[in-house]
């Protein structure tokens, strides 16, 4: 039990992109961007909250290193400044696992910059 006047620190499930025809609406509608520990697609949505969804294939390594990558991205998720109203899906890549967690964060942030200039420039 979490002693009063303490945050949750959990990611709640309102906050996650689940659904395989949610993903494929951000495809689809999202902008991507490449970077060189992972690809974000950014999409707007209508829920006032912003949302994660982590598509990590097998071509990244088996399952542990598949959840590991999914841990990091959702914790870099929780603890970034992002915008509300949002649909974010970031598909890691191998170097992502060797990374510094500062370096994944950072270019985790600078691609949700540029995803916004490119939003704001169409």
Do not use: C, H
């Amino acid at each position: 039990m979490r002693p009063s006047g303490v945050a949750s620190q959990g990611f709640p499930g309102t906050r996650r992109i689940r659904r395989r025809t949610e993903f494929l609406r951000v495809y689809e509608r999202g902008f991507r961007v490449r970077a060189r520990l992972m690809t974000v697609v950014v999409a707007a949505n209508d829920l006032g909250v912003s949302r994660l969804g982590v598509s990590a294939t097998r071509k990244l390594g088996a399952a542990v290193i598949r959840n590991r990558a999914k841990r990091v991205v959702r914790e870099i998720f929780r603890r970034a400044v992002v915008p509300p109203g949002l649909d974010v899906v970031v598909i890691p890549r191998p170097d992502l696992l060797d990374a510094d967690y500062r370096a994944v964060e950072g270019e985790f942030t600078d691609v949700l910059r540029r995803a916004g200039r490119r939003r704001r420039a169409t």
